[in-house]
């Protein structure tokens, strides 16, 4: 008996065309997770960790330069809007019409936006000495405060090359010229200077350097080497201008007997090599070995004229469209940001080399507070002060609670740095 064959009914037509309409406005609603980061945001230094976390998940996320602040976006992600609850993070759940509404916002030729995508978890290394708590420097402390996950390494594994495991690599406030801070005349006698002096004699000799600050000359050099190969590097208050003092002095003797046993070479400073220096080109520098103080490079409080009450910096504007890499640097819901003093408070403009790019500054006051260059494929930041919620942090203050400064302007420039390798490198726009 030949077999019957079967023809959909018009009932079952009709039901199958009824599954489809339904089915394709759900597919149009794949929905986005956007995190503002204007003055609505009332967490924005968790939004961060966030955008940090979602990259841990292999999650991309579009960092939407100067479009409300510097907001992220992603695609909704099991557990992204509870973690977000959790971390107090303002955030909108939006449809796809409303995402692709944004995005033609933002590529408007005349608008001075842009998207980039974050798609790789930098690994993090922050260059610190043992034992330092996360409050000692503002880094770790916003790292921490973030929930952003870091390696703690100092000279050995600098010289043993493990630089090359990380992409991102903060100098916490060092002194690269061996002189332990120039501590000296204030905390000689105290337990943990003689104790910082003894590790790093010790570590000196474990490396084959006669002196600390020989050791140091070699770090700086490792630095520079690991910028070079493509690592992104960034440095605070001291470690800014006293690496560049190292690097342009390598295999000068720049330091006096109290703190390496024999006195400094008299012609020191005409023995000094700017070529090899980042940022810094002409500077002098303080020889008195009792001064608070390594060159002319940080300006002096006589000469800055400001105060707690009056210090502010302004960002740079710059093009998202074809100059990048700056304009992710300063996102930020404020272009007016308050200063902050350090052992290295700003750097004297007329002693910057022609070549690095100006971040920030007090026009004013002729001096610059926010440094960017490139070297070889990497890149490195230099951004003067302590803390950027502490206008003069003193040893032994509480530190910082940065619970209560969750929108610090000053704060969001460092992890603007700390998420800036994960972008996705853009062909050059022509």
Same mark, same amino acid.
């Given at each position: 008996?030949?077999?019957?064959?079967?023809?959909?009914?018009?009932?079952?037509?009709?039901?199958?065309?009824?599954?489809?309409?339904?089915?394709?406005?759900?597919?149009?609603?794949?929905?986005?997770?956007?995190?503002?980061?204007?003055?609505?945001?009332?967490?924005?230094?968790?939004?961060?960790?966030?955008?940090?976390?979602?990259?841990?998940?292999?999650?991309?996320?579009?960092?939407?330069?100067?479009?409300?602040?510097?907001?992220? %976006?992603?695609?909704?992600?099991?557990?992204?809007?509870?973690?977000?609850?959790?971390?107090?993070?303002?955030?909108?759940?939006?449809?796809?019409?409303?995402?692709?509404?944004?995005?033609?916002?933002?590529?408007?030729?005349?608008?001075?936006?842009?998207?980039?995508?974050?798609?790789?978890?930098?690994?993090?290394? *922050?260059?610190?000495?043992?034992?330092?708590?996360?409050?000692?420097?503002?880094?770790?402390?916003?790292?921490?405060?973030?929930?952003?996950? &870091?390696?703690?390494?100092?000279?050995?594994?600098?010289?043993?090359?493990?630089?090359?495991? &990380?992409?991102?690599?903060?100098?916490?406030?060092?002194?690269?010229?061996?002189? &332990?801070?120039?501590?000296?005349?204030?905390?000689r006698n105290t337990s943990w200077y003689q104790q910082q002096q003894r590790d790093s004699e010790a570590a000196a000799k474990r490396h084959g350097f006669r002196k600390v600050s020989e050791m140091k000359g070699a770090v700086t050099v490792?630095?520079?080497?690991?910028?070079?190969?493509?690592?992104?590097?960034?440095?605070?208050?001291?470690?800014?201008?006293?690496?560049?003092?190292?690097?342009?002095?390598?295999?000068?003797?720049?330091?006096?007997?109290? @703190?390496?046993?024999?006195?400094?070479?008299?012609?020191?400073?005409?023995?000094?090599?700017?070529?090899?220096?980042?940022?810094?080109?002409?500077?002098?520098?303080?020889?008195?070995?009792? !001064?608070?103080?390594?060159?002319?490079?940080?300006?002096?409080?006589?000469? !800055?004229?400001?105060?707690?009450?009056?210090?502010?910096?302004?960002?740079?504007?710059?093009? %998202?469209?074809?100059?990048?890499?700056?304009?992710?640097?300063?996102?930020?819901? =404020?272009?007016? *940001?308050?200063?902050?003093?350090?052992?290295?408070?700003?750097?004297?403009?007329?002693?910057?080399?022609?070549?690095?790019?100006?971040?920030?500054?007090?026009?004013?006051?002729?001096?610059?507070?926010?440094?960017?260059?490139?070297?070889?494929?990497?890149?490195?930041?230099? @951004?003067?002060?302590?803390?950027? =919620?502490?206008?003069?942090?003193? *040893?032994?203050?509480?530190?910082?609670?940065?619970?209560?400064?969750?929108?610090?302007?000053?704060?969001?420039?460092?992890?603007?740095?700390?998420?800036?390798?994960?972008?996705?490198?853009?062909?050059?726009?022509?």
């Open positions: 008996m030949p077999l019957k064959r079967l023809f959909p009914t018009p009932l079952l037509l009709a039901s199958l065309a009824l599954l489809l309409s339904l089915a394709a406005p759900l597919a149009a609603q794949a929905n986005h997770v956007f995190i503002p980061m204007d003055n609505t945001q009332k967490e924005h230094l968790k939004a961060y960790g966030i955008a940090f976390w979602l990259l841990q998940k292999d999650v991309p996320v579009d960092w939407l330069l100067n479009y409300r602040g510097g907001s992220f %976006a992603c695609d909704v992600t099991p557990g992204l809007e509870n973690e977000m609850a959790v971390r107090g993070v303002t955030y909108q759940v939006i449809s796809e019409a409303s995402y692709t509404g944004i995005l033609q916002e933002i590529a408007d030729p005349n608008a001075n936006m842009d998207v980039m995508k974050l798609e790789k978890v930098p690994k993090i290394a *922050v260059y610190t000495p043992k034992g330092k708590q996360p409050w000692d420097d503002a880094v770790t402390l916003v790292l921490t405060y973030a929930e952003i996950p &870091y390696d703690q390494i100092y000279d050995d594994e600098v010289l043993d090359g493990k630089l090359p495991k &990380y992409d991102w690599l903060h100098l916490h406030h060092e002194d690269f010229t061996g002189e &332990y801070g120039k501590f000296y005349m204030s905390y490792k630095m520079q080497e690991f910028i070079a190969g493509g690592g992104f590097q960034f440095a605070m208050c001291s470690a800014a201008d006293t690496y560049d003092i190292a690097l342009a002095g390598l295999g000068v003797d720049m330091v006096e007997g109290m @703190y390496d046993g024999d006195p400094a070479d008299p012609a020191a400073q005409s023995k000094l090599n700017f070529n090899r220096s980042l940022a810094f080109q002409n500077f002098r520098l303080e020889r008195d070995p009792y !001064r608070y103080e390594y060159s002319n490079i940080d300006m002096q409080p006589y000469e !800055r004229g400001l105060n707690e009450q009056n210090d502010y910096f302004q960002l740079f504007t710059f093009s %998202a469209k074809y100059d990048p890499v700056p304009t992710m640097l300063c996102q930020n819901h =404020e272009k007016t *940001v308050h200063g902050f003093m350090g052992q290295t408070t700003a750097f004297r403009k007329s002693l910057i080399k022609p070549d690095v790019v100006l971040m920030g500054e007090t026009k004013s006051a002729g001096e610059a507070r926010y440094l960017h260059g490139t070297l070889g494929k990497g890149t490195w930041t230099f @951004y003067g002060g302590h803390d950027p =919620e502490d206008y003069q942090h003193l *040893v032994g203050e509480e530190p910082t609670d940065l619970a209560l400064h969750p929108n610090s302007p000053g704060y969001r420039l460092i992890l603007n740095n700390v998420l800036f390798p994960a972008a996705k490198k853009k062909k050059q726009k022509t």
